[in-house]
Structure formats: structure tokens, C-alpha cells
Nanobody, 118 residues
Framework: QVQLVESGGGLVEAGGSLTLSCAAS????????MGWYRQAPGKQRELVAD???????KYADSVKGRFTISRDNAKNTVYLQMNSLKPEDTAVYYC????????????WGQGTRVTVSS
């Protein structure tokens, strides 16, 4: 059974940094895209950043230049380094991982809360 376990959320002051980690387990296959989404209160879940197994990355415009996504394929782990955090980054951050096995099968973590105080 595939599981995604997130860690690293918390409370930080504006301008501060946090690093989120997500370890995926339970698959015999390498995950294709892995990424981070976030959902703020009253808003839809949105893509923050994702990264393919080959290392290609994509970022939301709102985090470009501040956040960096990376992954360790050997550990099936994806990271999100978040710098220069702003109050509007406050949200629950969800890890996502996809397996391409004929069809695309998405998996989600339980979410980790990030709160940025002004």
C-alpha cells in the first residue's frame, strides 16, 4: 500500500524559512511526478511545485524565486525548501506522487500545516 508521509510544517515569522519533506513508500515502481500542493482556508487546492523523476520542475508564479523543490529518487523523497515566506503562504501543504502504470494513479499525503505570521 502506497503511503506518503510529510513532515516539516510549523509556525514561522514572515521572511523566515521552512523545509517540507515527503517520503513515499509501498511501491515497487519509481514515482513519476512528485510535488506539493497547498490549500488555504476558503480556497481551492493549488499546485505549488512539482518535479519529474528526471528532475524537470514547475512552480506556481507566486512562489518562483522563493521556493525550491528537489527529490531523492533513491529514497522516494521530495523536498520543498521555502524561503522568504509570506503570510499568504499560510496553508495546509499536501504531498502528491504519481505512478504511471498504464494510467496515472495519484497519491496524496495527509497534509502538513504551514503558518506564516506577519
Amino acid at each position: 500500500q502506497v503511503q506518503l508521509v510529510e513532515s516539516g510544517g510549523g509556525l514561522v515569522e514572515a521572511g523566515g524559512s521552512l523545509t517540507l519533506s515527503c517520503a513515499a513508500s509501498g511501491s515497487r515502481f519509481r514515482f513519476n511526478a512528485m510535488g506539493w500542493y497547498r490549500q488555504a482556508p476558503g480556497k481551492q487546492r493549488e499546485l505549488v511545485a512539482d518535479i519529474t523523476s528526471g528532475g524537470s520542475t514547475k512552480y506556481a508564479d507566486s512562489v518562483k524565486g522563493r521556493f525550491t523543490i528537489s527529490r531523492d529518487n533513491a529514497k522516494n523523497t521530495v523536498y520543498l525548501q521555502m524561503n522568504s515566506l509570506k503570510p499568504e503562504d499560510t496553508a495546509v501543504y499536501y504531498c502528491n506522487a504519481e505512478l504511471h502504470v498504464g494510467v496515472v494513479v495519484p497519491y496524496w499525503g495527509q497534509g502538513t500545516r504551514v503558518t506564516v505570521s506577519s
